[in-house]
């Protein structure tokens, strides 16, 4: 058995679930005044495999815990599907009807916590865990993944990667209040692979991106920075040693992970 050092309790008060409605509305504050998309860069890696996936099968019911503004629409841009979004945040969950509104087929946005299985066994044939583990009691999330998701079918996950040192600095210096959740820990690759195999995945894909980019975005968007005469130069640069640091496999801002379920 694998000990969780990102334990978290689940969220069992209003105040808890109010936090979180403050921490989405200040993060989406941050992402709206930055300069910098490093968010493009997840884009280009998810966007081709997702899509392929979801052409290759009938239909497709994609859960998504802790979606946020629905983020499996923003980073994907795939509408054709059977879409379930759960998170605790209110203020979230108002910006993901908006997100989603393209989606072709059902949409179901329900305020519930994801640590908890929300889905019958075996219903979704693809989950979709963008930025919420690192919120949440992951081998307590994982398991009700486990179970709710189809043999044969994929877990996509993408979060912010323990390694990388200037996001860690970054951590340091802004610590929970407004910008961070109760607990919230940036994860390690390594141990989310271990959580995941024990549960009967199998890693098929993995990779890092915005290794800088995505840590200058986050520093312009809490400086509330709009204008910038080098920024265009900057940003090039950043993209470039982002490339240059994912082929390397040494660390990014986020790391991603794509799993099949075959046990």
Known sequence: MIDDPHDMQSLDTMEEAVHFDLVAKRGSCIEASSLVDWKEQLRRILKPILTDFVESRPSVLVYEPGCGEAS??????????????????????????????????????????????LLADDKADLVFCHAALHHLKILAALHAIARSIKRGSLLVISEPDALNPIAAIGRIIVRRGCYHTKGEKALLPTYVQ????????????????????????????LLSVKEWRLMKLVSDLCSYLDVLLSRLNLWGYYFVQIYERVI
């Open 194 to 221: 271990q959580c995941c195999t024990m549960l009967g995945f199998k890693l098929i894909y993995q990779t890092r991106c915005a290794s800088l980019s995505g840590p200058l975005s986050y520093f312009l968007g």
């Open 72 to 117: 499996f629409f923003e980073m994907t841009k795939v509408h054709d599907v059977d879409y379930i979004g759960s998170d605790v945040s209110l203020q979230s969950l108002l910006k993901a009807l908006k997100t989603s509104r393209g989606a072709n087929r059902m949409r179901l946005l329900v305020r519930a916590d994801a640590n908890r299985q």
